[in-house]
């Protein structure tokens, strides 16, 4: 198979899913290795971006998924009638940073380095599709383990949960007080 149809069929794939779709899934419908079809979809991705396309195709954790550009969705949000969406409070965002640096983590675990209840919180993120049950702890009650979801890769522009920033100070000094 040529480049440009092996480009057409991932192209394809990715559109009429609407959803991500994982690197195996893909090299298996092309019946290519992971390494070549990813190379082909990095190339795909780099035609787009450089055509400045209103089409692009993003990595999330090993999935890919086509999207619209963001520098177009103040035109889209008028077509599609986009809700305005609501801010996240002080208290949510900062519980959905401890899942995110510290995932998987009980809600137990959340309230220690919070100080405070996170049910409120832990509910919104999960309304939000933010985060997730992720399993259990080994521990008495089997307490739920919360982590951070594609959707949350999604809604800040990040490929994996390794492209989190670097933590500064506050969220380690107090775990070292715990």
């Known amino acids: 198979m040529k480049m440009d149809e092996m ?3 991932i192209e394809a794939i990715l559109f009429v899913s609407g959803k991500e779709v994982s690197l195996s899934v893909i090299a298996d419908t092309l ?3 992971k390494a070549t079809t990813r190379a082909v979809i990095k190339s795909l991705a780099e035609k787009y971006e450089s055509r400045k396309s209103g089409i692009r195709i993003i990595e999330l ?3 890919y998924q086509m999207c619209s550009a963001p520098e177009c969705f103040p035109y889209i949000k008028n ?6 969406q609501q801010a996240m409070t002080q ?9 995110a640096y510290k995932q998987p983590v009980t809600k137990a675990q959340i309230e220690e380095i ?14 939000k599709g933010l ?11 089997k307490p739920i383990l919360f982590g951070t979801t594609k ?9 994996s949960a390794e492209e989190l920033p670097e933590l500064e100070s506050g969220l380690e000094h107090n775990e070292e007080k715990a």
């Open 61 to 63: 954790d090993g999935s």
């Open 7 to 9: 480009e057409s069929v």
């Open 114 to 127: 919070r100080g405070v209840s996170a049910d409120h919180a832990v509910n919104k993120l999960m309304e």
């Open 151 to 159: 959707e949350f890769l999604r809604h800040f522009g990040l490929s």
């Open 91 to 99: 208290s949510v965002l900062e519980t959905l940073s401890i899942i």
């Open 131 to 141: 985060i997730a049950e992720t399993g259990r702890l080994d521990a008495p009650g």
């Open 79 to 84: 077509i599609c009638g986009a809700h305005k």
């Open 31 to 33: 019946e290519m290795d």
